[in-house]
């Protein structure tokens, strides 16, 4: 089973950047469609923003225009950049195919606060 493993959270002030990184065991992000998944405390986990196979991108309304996914294939990396943060944005953020399988990787926090 390929494994993921996210990284690049922390604490940022509001409007400010973050850019995450998620890894692959595995060859899968030039095989599948993946996304960003993120979910705050006490609400379900949401899906953010995905990229196909081929390139295509699409966001949920909360992030569009602020956020940024892509990936590099030959490196097994994909990315979230992340532009004027704010404060509803600190969730813990995961990678994952889309639709998701069943393994879920630790996830990286990101929190929004002045």
């Known amino acids: 089973q390929v494994q993921l493993v996210e990284s690049g959270g922390g604490l940022v002030q509001p409007g400010g950047s973050l850019r995450l990184s998620c890894v692959a065991s595995g060859s899968i992000f030039s095989i599948y469609a993946v996304g960003w998944y993120r979910q705050a405390p006490g609400n379900q986990r949401e899906l953010v923003a995905t990229i196909t196979s081929s390139g295509i991108t699409n966001y949920s309304d909360s992030v569009k225009g602020r956020f940024t996914i892509s990936k590099d294939n030959a490196k097994r990396t994909m990315y979230l950049q992340m532009n004027s943060l704010k404060p509803e944005d600190t969730a813990v953020y995961y990678c994952?195919?889309?639709?998701?399988?069943?393994?879920w990787g630790q996830g990286t926090q990101v929190t929004v606060s002045s």
């Open positions: 994952n195919g889309n639709p998701p399988t069943t393994y």
